[in-house]
């Protein structure tokens, strides 16, 4: 019997969404293979937050050295816990999961498979689904539950908050900090800002919106719809929306009842972010936007007159 180690991330106290997506799917395989499942976590507060997940073990590394990411020091802790039984490490491919993940598969020489979007058993054996060409395409690869390391992206599997356990808990103190000198400190985003992948419906806006003055109009449409604003990057990168916001490869993985595309092209990095959600309806003025390949429904305008009227349209029918 081996183990596998899921690398847990908190966020504001909690465990990451992602990470239980993580250890649901851990627990499928381990069932499936005969193995148990050990979750790692770090920081001072991470007991309450592993108290009652489904895993056999729960790791707390605490000390202030692990009080932000540092990629040495976090590695050196996963390697404490990574051992010869060990089948599988799985961590979310997250900023700080791809770089921990490459760097244990590394240091432990055990192949990687990173940008999973589905693991699972054919028999003994395990099976990665893995985007490659910024999304265009999927590998399927087979994994060795010999120690590989895999990256799975947030939001492949729906959150089965009914699953729940009582690990054995122990604490380990961190390692020795790596012999780096902290220079500067980013501070995590803060998770004061709205959810979107809870969202049932999002109003999406790019580069389309041409001004942050217009979000208003985007706003007063999602709240007529009772669905929430979210965009793409380069209405991130222009500072008019926070990071939480965005939708696509380096965003977020979103699945909503609706998604309304509105002036966006419809990048394969985006599409990555949103292609699941069950209804696609795309607004854009270029009627050859390769977002109307994915929308269910689509129509060629202009987004600065069509959501006001839809705005007004709708208010209209509520009342
Ligand atoms: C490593 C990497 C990661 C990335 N991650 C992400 C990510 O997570 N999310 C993401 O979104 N992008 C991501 N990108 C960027 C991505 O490649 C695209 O550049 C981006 O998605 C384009 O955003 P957009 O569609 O808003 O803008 P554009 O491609 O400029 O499209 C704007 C669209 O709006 C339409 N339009 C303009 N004015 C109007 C109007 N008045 N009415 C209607 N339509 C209008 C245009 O016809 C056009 O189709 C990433 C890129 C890289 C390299």
């Given at each position: 019997m081996g183990q596998i180690v899921v690398v847990g991330e908190l966020l504001d106290g909690a465990l990451s969404d992602g990470t239980f997506e993580l250890l649901t799917r851990a627990r499928d395989i381990a069932s499936a293979a005969g193995h148990t499942v050990t979750v790692v976590t770090f920081g001072d507060n991470a007991r309450d937050a592993v108290r009652e997940v489904d895993a056999d073990d729960a790791v707390i590394v605490s000390?202030?050295?692990?009080?932000d990411y540092q990629p040495e020091t976090y590695e050196n802790a996963v390697l404490q816990i990574v051992g010869e039984d060990t089948a599988l490490v799985m961590l979310g491919n997250t900023t700080m999961g791809m770089d921990l993940g490459a760097a244990v598969a590394a240091r432990k020489n055990r192949p990687m498979v990173a940008y999973c979007t589905d693991l699972t058993m054919d028999g003994a054996v395990l099976v990665a689904t893995s985007q490659v060409y910024g999304g265009k395409l999927n590998a399927e690869v087979e994994v060795p539950l010999t120690g590989a390391v895999v990256t799975v992206i947030p939001g492949s599997w729906p959150v089965d908050s009914s699953r729940a356990g009582s690990p054995a808990i122990r604490e380990e103190a961190a390692p020795s900090p790596a012999n780096l000198e902290l220079t500067r400190v980013i501070e995590a985003e803060s998770g004061q800002d709205v959810d979107i992948t809870k969202a049932d419906i999002l109003v999406s806006v790019g580069r389309g919106i041409e001004d942050p003055d217009n979000l208003e109009l985007a706003d007063a449409l999602a709240e007529v719809l009772g669905g929430v604003v979210s965009c793409s990057r380069p209405v991130v990168d222009a500072g008019w929306l926070p990071r939480s916001r965005q939708v696509g490869k380096s965003g977020k993985t979103v699945k909503p009842k609706v998604y309304l595309a509105l002036g966006i092209s419809g990048a394969p990095e985006h599409l990555q972010g949103m292609k699941d959600a069950e209804l696609i309806i795309a607004v854009n003025n270029d009627e050859r936007a390769p977002i109307f390949d994915v929308a269910h429904y689509g129509a060629t305008a202009d987004i600065l007159d069509l959501m006001p009227a839809l705005t007004e349209k709708l208010e209209g029918r509520a009342g």
């Open positions: 000390g202030p050295a692990v009080a």
